[in-house]
């Protein structure tokens, strides 16, 4: 996420900026020089980005809005990571950038069971969805490989498919409201999780698949769908 240029050379900016929020976030929420551990420079590709200076690791979005908010006014660029399980470089940290880290926000609401949705802080895995969903009789329509380190915040980023796509459809399809922070601190919440809601523009599939540029992901409302009674499995062969 590319904020607006501020007046601080970026040594100076990352100094200020750990200024400002340590008065704003909780100590947990920063880690900073050679406390930040190398997996913060890359994803699941071989290819390593840069040792961002700054790990933030806000547990509130409250505290998201507060770091997005000094980052803007300082012009300091960010680039948001889940669980870095993305292989088209999106969560790789690029020069002079610090990385705000969702994997301390994993809240899990309770399974409405009647509306069949669940709502879930950005950094909760795939799987615990899944499980969740499970636990009630219920089955959410995604499924990938990185299930169990790939989060509902970066899943929704990159718009994910997966195994379950031609019967349940992208990660799009199973969103019914969202909670998203823009770069200057402004929260918007849509999380009504009401399927019909004609009131205006549809403001959460906008930021599907728009990896971090548009706002930072804070919170989903998923829709689950009922259990399959069966499945079965088969090998389909093509002629070369
Ligand atoms: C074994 C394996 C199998 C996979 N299979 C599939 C598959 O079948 N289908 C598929 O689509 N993908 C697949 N992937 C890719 C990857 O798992 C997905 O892209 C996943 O959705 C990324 O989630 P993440 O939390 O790891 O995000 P990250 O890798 O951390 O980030 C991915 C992008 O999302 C942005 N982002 C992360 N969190 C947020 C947030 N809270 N708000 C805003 N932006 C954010 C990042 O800036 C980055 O641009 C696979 C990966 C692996 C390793």
Do not use: W
Request: aromatic share 4%.
């Amino acid at each position: 996420m590319q904020a607006a240029r501020g007046a601080f050379a970026p040594a100076n900016r990352q100094a200020e900026l750990l200024s400002r929020l340590s008065e704003r976030i909780g100590g947990n929420a920063i880690l900073a020089g050679d406390d930040v551990g190398d997996g913060y420079r890359g994803d699941a590709t071989d290819e390593r980005g840069e040792r961002p200076a700054i790990v933030f690791r806000p547990s509130t979005t409250a505290e998201v809005a507060a770091i997005l908010e000094e980052c803007n006014r300082l012009g300091q660029p960010v680039v948001v990571q889940g669980g870095r399980t993305g292989l088209a470089g999106g969560a790789r940290p690029g020069a002079g950038e610090v990385s705000l880290s969702l994997e301390r926000m994993v809240s899990l609401s309770v399974v409405d069971e009647d509306a069949a949705t669940v709502i879930a802080e950005a950094g909760v895995t795939l799987h615990a969805v899944q499980q969740a969903a499970a636990d009630c009789g219920l089955f959410f329509g995604v499924d990938i490989g990185a299930r169990g380190t790939s989060t509902i915040g970066g899943n929704v980023a990159t718009n994910a498919g997966g195994i379950r796509v031609l019967r349940y459809g992208m990660y799009r399809s199973q969103i019914l409201g969202l909670e998203v922070v823009l770069a200057d601190g402004t929260v918007l919440t849509s999380l009504k999780g009401l399927p019909k809601d004609n009131s205006g523009f549809d403001l959460n599939q906008l930021f599907v698949g728009s990896e971090g540029v548009l706002g930072v992901v804070t919170r989903a409302c998923l829709r689950l769908h009922p259990e399959p009674r069966s499945q079965a499995n088969a090998f389909a062969g093509c002629r070369p």
